[in-house]
T-cell receptor, first 114, second 115 residues
Framework: DAGVIQSPRHEVTEMGQEVTLRCKPI?????LFWYRQTMMRGLELLIY????????DSGMPEDRFSAKMPNASFSTLKIQPSEPRDSAVYFC????????????FGPGTRLTVT | SQQGEEDPQALSIQEGENATMNCSYK?????LQWYRQNSGRGLVHLIL?????REKHSGRLRVTLDTSKKSSSLLITASRAADTASYFC???????????????FGKGMKLTVNP
């Protein structure tokens, strides 16, 4: 299995631009998670999908952030407009089981907003 | 907060020595997990221990759970330079205010194994 696939691996953009991060979970996994990691705040859960349905989006910082999962093999996290404080590493993870089983992380997307 | 706290925040040892990392948490949990993160990579799941278990082994890893003390420890025996990484504990619990079960990660601790 290829594991969780994320693209792009690095993204540098200017403030105000739209950013779209992509994730392909492991085939057969029912749950998908988007996390953000920074030195200051550690690893934060942004949103959790189960069977393609958003279950918990309480971690989404504000309306500038949106996430979709149109099918079981693809999800996007969009930031519009982006701000410098959005700079972080964004991870996608999937799980074969429920939310609190073991999670398999992708390699992350390092986002820099200038 | 329920967030597990790893202790120590940083540990530096020589190759071949054992490394012990601790995690403390505040409220009842359903399970506790340990993850490793190499620099610039995603987290890798190491081991999951359920609340009714006291000890689990996986290769050179040994995890214990003491629910009365609300703490867990991860022991890496015969450490190798390749074990150098950040280690995170994550606790699965139902929030006191209700709602669905959550998994919350600690801030992690840095292990350096010197060759």
């Amino acid at each position: 299995d290829a594991g969780v696939i994320q693209s792009p691996r690095h993204e540098v953009t200017e403030m105000g631009q739209e950013v779209t991060l992509r994730c392909k979970p492991i085939s057969g996994h029912n749950s998908l998670f988007w996390y953000r990691q920074t030195m200051m705040r550690g690893l934060e859960l942004l949103i959790y999908f189960n069977n393609n349905v958003p279950i918990d989006d309480s971690g989404m910082p504000e309306d500038r952030f949106s996430a979709k999962m149109p099918n079981a093999s693809f999800s996007t996290l969009k930031i519009q407009p982006s701000e410098p404080r959005d700079s972080a590493v964004y991870f996608c993870a999937s799980s074969p089981d429920r939310y609190t089983g073991e999670q398999y992380f992708g390699p992350g997307t390092r986002l820099t907003v200038t | 907060s329920q967030q597990g706290e790893e202790d120590p925040q940083a540990l530096s040892i020589q190759e071949g020595e054992n490394a012990t990392m601790n995690c403390s948490y505040k409220t009842s949990i359903n399970n506790l997990q340990w993850y490793r993160q190499n620099s610039g990579r995603g987290l890798v799941h190491l081991i999951l221990i359920r609340s009714n278990e006291r000890e689990k082994h996986s290769g050179r890893l040994r995890v214990t759970l003491d629910t009365s003390k609300k703490s867990s420890s991860l022991l890496i025996t015969a450490s190798r330079a390749a074990d150098t990484a950040s280690y995170f504990c994550a606790t699965a619990f139902i929030p006191t205010q209700g709602g669905s079960e959550k998994l919350v990660f600690g801030k992690g601790m840095k292990l350096t194994v010197n060759p």
